[in-house]
């Protein structure tokens, strides 16, 4: 996925904006749109880099219902018949004030400020919960290091040990810590 900047030329530009199909919008020099919203057949990938052929107008969107263009099909007279009976308006009506949708990407931002705010304080739970497991992990390996200490240091005054075996103990219980450190380091990636 890629950006591409709306056209310079005026004419191609405005049947950019026209295509997006978005309220009082215009674009500017800056604009970009993304490359989801175009055919692959659009896309010129002869060369080392990926380019947009020339002329193309951006056709793919995931437009609510309401905003879809409709296909008009041809109609027997008995269908029109069939439809004009229908005493009940099945449309739901569109309320000026209710903020629109944005379907097109599911990482853009809700548009109403309690969808926003629902989702902030999502997240911030996460990284809470997140948080709280580290501190635990971090616990639980402190906890580890001073048992092997402490035994260490029970069989160093029992005479149970050498200096040469202390050393080797020591090394293993430091890459069983290490070893131990990234099961909980790659647990807590997987329950992410």
Known sequence: MFQSRFPKDGKLRKRWERA??????????????????FKPEDFDRTGQTVRLRPNVIPSVFNFP??????????????????????????????????????????????????ALKAKLSEALARVESLEREKRNANIRELRAKKNVDSVLEDLREKTLINENLQENLEYYSAMLLILFGSIVYIHSKIMS
């Open 20 to 37: 997006v199909r978005r309220e009082d919008f215009a674009a500017t020099n800056r604009s970009m749109l993304c490359s989801e919203h």
């Open 65 to 114: 219902t309401s905003l879809q263009k409709q296909k008009g099909k041809r109609t027997k007279p008995t269908t029109k018949k069939a439809e004009e009976s229908l005493p009940l308006d099945l449309t739901k009506p569109r309320n000026k004030d209710e903020p629109q949708k944005n379907l097109d990407h599911n990482y853009a931002l809700p548009t109403s400020p309690s």
